[in-house]
Structure formats: C-alpha cells, structure tokens
C-alpha cells in the first residue's frame, strides 16, 4: 500500500513540473498575494491631504492648525489665500480635506462665545471619510478641553481636575497595522485556493487523458489513489504557507504570537477541508478548464469576501452571515488569528476545530462516494 501511494505521489510531483498553470497556482500566486495585499491592500488612514483657510491668522488659530499637523495623521499641503481654491483642490482630489477658520476665531474664544469652523471632506471614499471624520472630532475634543483648562487656570489660578483619567490601550495590534489583520487571511485565502484548484485539476486530468479508467480497474484502492493525488498538494501548500509567514514577519513585523503546534495542526486540519473541496469538483467536471473554473468562483469569492478576510462578518445583513456559516475559511480565519494575533490557546477556538473536522470529513466522504458511483475508483 506504502509503495503504490509514493508511485502516485512521485507522478504527481512530476505531473506538477510539467503543468505550467499548476506550478503559477502553487508558486506564483502566493508571493504575488503577499506582496499585494501587504503593500497595496492598506487600511490605515494617514498622511491625509490638508487644506487650511485661516481668516483670522492668529496665535490661537496657528495653534489650532497645529493641533492637527502634530497628529500624525495630516499633512499640511496648502495655505490658501481665498476660498474659492477649495472647490479646485477638492474637485480634483488634490487634497481631502478643507478647513475654513473664521477671522473672528480667537475673539470669539476669549470671549467665550461659540466657534463655527468649517470642515470639508472628500467623502468619494466613504471608509476613508468616515475615519477622517473621527480624527476631525477627537482633535476638536483635545482642543477644545484644552482651551477650557486654560482659561479656568487664568481665572482661578487652579488647574481643572478631570473625573475620568482616560488612557486607552490598544491589545494585540497597538499600532493598528493592517498587516497584521490582513496575513492570516491571506493564508487562509491562498491554502484555500490553490489547494481545492491543484487537486480538482490533478484528477480531472486523469479523466481528459483517458487514464483514470486504466486507474479504475487496476489494484488500486480508492484511499491509495486519494492520499497519493493530494500528499503533493499538502506538502506545496504547507511550504506556501511557510513562505507566507516568512515573508510577513520579514516584511511586515508579522509574527506567531501563540504556540506554532496549535498553528500546525489547524493549518493541516483546513488543508484536509480544502483538498477535500477540490475532490468534490473534481467529480462534477469533465475538462480541466471547467474543474480550474469551479474552483476559483466557489473558493475565491466566498473566501475573499464571506470569510472576515477583508470585510467584517458583524456589518454584513443577517441574511449573508447566515450563509457565511457555511464558508470553511470563516472558521479557519477566526482560530488562525487567535493564534497569530492574540496567541490564546485551544480553549478559545475549539468550536472552530469542530467545525472544520465535520467539514473535511463530509467533503471526503461525499467526494469518494461521487467517485465511485461514477465508476473511477471501486469501494
């Protein structure tokens, strides 16, 4: 039995070497995603584009610019001389935001009275926008409480003593990195994709040569034939993943904060799900083309954006995290960055475990069952 599984992985290792599109699925691919996604795919807001109209041009209202070039997330590009140049630099998207400082501004605060200041943001962008607007506010909050405390220091000569002493503390990800959020699910995205396409391409080529019959009849058993087909495809995907986790913490500062035994085993416990998925379109296609087809719409789509990959499950309609449910990289991404990011144990993902267990046993079991009624391998 040892004997004709490394005859048919040794095949498969060579079929791989000739097969051009398999070896830019298993090799390409994923640098390519790693790169992108590290470098390209970026969420964090900085450097925004600054545009200030300061009518009154005081000390108070200089310090007020300064508030928001100090931090660190403008970038003060223009001092404008009339209003009217806001409309252009917006339009253009030269700058993505616009503030307007009236010249009453300081007269108005040592008077005590209310300040309006104009704020325009380029809101083509709505994510983008909407953290624009948060920045806006918090740097209006800090201004404002600091003019309060010192002018309540000026006229009592007592300095404001706050109730709440309020220091956030960001956990696992302090510098809110978005690589940090975005690798895990690139493995999840790339084991899952390469994985289910190398081995629904690897038997249906069976088919388009004509061998798998040869196959079907000989002394072959079907848990032979399988572990041989996918023994190649676990050990590619497993060194991809490697390079992943490389390259991120070279690259990015990435690294594996929980146990990397943890790491391991749920790695090959999804990479049994995926190899599984890709067995089962295998038994629904005839020609490689369809099998690469069917493989990239059900494992790309609903990976890349019904896992957490990129866009939050919680903000999606009832009616989609319903169906996400039935998307294996959810799983995997939720115990994959419990171990990367925050490093717990199994206790706080062991339900994901399950889930992905009672996945790869059905695809498996379904897959080989779809086999055999159609006469390529005998139970």
């Known amino acids: 039995?040892?004997?004709?599984?490394?005859?048919?992985?040794?095949?498969?290792?060579?079929?791989?070497?000739?097969?051009?599109?398999?070896?830019?699925?298993?090799?390409?691919?994923?640098?390519?995603?790693?790169?992108?996604?590290?470098?390209?795919?970026?969420?964090?807001?900085?450097?925004?584009?600054?545009?200030?109209?300061?009518?009154?041009?005081?000390?108070?209202?200089r310090e007020f610019i300064d508030a928001f070039v100090h931090s660190g997330y403008f970038?003060?590009?223009?001092?404008?001389?009339?209003?009217?140049?806001?409309?252009?630099?917006?339009?253009?998207?030269?700058?993505?935001?616009?503030?307007?400082?009236?010249?009453?501004?300081?007269?108005?605060?040592?008077?005590?009275?209310?300040?309006?200041?104009?704020?325009?943001?380029?809101?083509?962008?709505?994510?983008?926008?909407?953290?624009?607007?948060?920045?806006?506010?918090?740097?209006?909050q800090n201004f404002s409480m600091e003019l309060m405390a010192a002018e309540f220091l000026t006229a009592t000569g007592a300095a404001i003593v706050h109730p709440?002493?309020?220091?956030?503390?960001?956990?696992?990800n302090p510098e809110l990195r978005s690589p940090v959020f975005l690798i895990p699910g690139?493995?999840?995205?790339?084991?899952?994709?390469?994985?289910?396409?190398?081995?629904?391409?690897?038997?249906?080529?069976?088919?388009?040569?004509g061998t798998m019959?040869?196959?079907?009849?000989?002394?072959?058993?079907?848990?032979?034939?399988?572990?041989?087909k996918i023994l190649p495809f676990v050990v590619t995907s497993i060194i991809s993943t490697v390079f992943i986790l490389i390259g991120g913490y070279v690259?990015?500062?990435?690294?594996?904060?929980?146990?990397?035994?943890?790491?391991?085993?749920?790695?090959?416990?999804?990479?049994?799900?995926?190899?599984?998925?890709?067995?089962m379109i295998s038994t629904t296609s005839d020609t490689q083309q369809v099998a690469f087809m069917k493989a990239l719409t059900t494992t790309m789509l609903p990976t890349f954006i019904l896992?957490?990959?990129?866009?939050?499950?919680?903000?999606?309609?009832?009616?989609?995290?319903v169906i996400t449910y039935a998307v294996p990289a959810r799983y995997f991404l939720d115990a994959l960055r419990a171990i990367m990011v925050k490093g717990v144990g199994l206790t706080f993902f062991w339900e994901q475990i399950i889930a992905l267990s009672i996945f790869g046993f059905i695809l498996v079991i379904a897959s080989t069952i779809r086999m055999n009624r159609r006469g390529y391998v005998t139970i």
């Open 164 to 172: 709440i002493d309020y220091h956030p503390r960001v956990w696992y």
């Open 75 to 140: 970038d003060l590009r223009y001092h404008l001389d009339s209003p009217g140049e806001i409309d252009r630099l917006l339009d253009r998207g030269i700058v993505r935001i616009a503030i307007v400082i009236p010249p009453d501004f300081s007269e108005r605060i040592h008077t005590g009275r209310d300040v309006h200041v104009q704020v325009l943001i380029d809101g083509a962008n709505a994510s983008a926008a909407a953290t624009v607007v948060g920045y806006v506010s918090t740097i209006f």
């Open 307 to 321: 896992s957490g990959f990129v866009f939050p499950i919680h903000n999606m309609p009832v009616a989609i995290q």
């Open 1 to 61: 039995m040892f004997n004709r599984i490394i005859a048919i992985t040794r095949k498969e290792f060579r079929q791989i070497g000739r097969d051009r599109r398999s070896l830019g699925i298993l090799i390409f691919i994923p640098a390519f995603m790693l790169l992108m996604f590290g470098y390209a795919v970026n969420f964090d807001v900085r450097d925004i584009s600054l545009a200030v109209y300061d009518e009154d041009e005081s000390t108070l209202s």
């Open 213 to 228: 019959e040869q196959i079907a009849v000989s002394s072959i058993h079907p848990v032979e034939l399988i572990l041989g």
């Open 186 to 209: 690139l493995i999840a995205f790339i084991l899952m994709v390469t994985s289910a396409v190398s081995t629904s391409l690897s038997i249906v080529r069976e088919k388009e040569l």
């Open 251 to 279: 690259l990015f500062g990435v690294g594996v904060a929980g146990s990397f035994l943890l790491l391991s085993i749920l790695i090959l416990l999804f990479l049994f799900v995926a190899l599984g998925w890709g067995l």
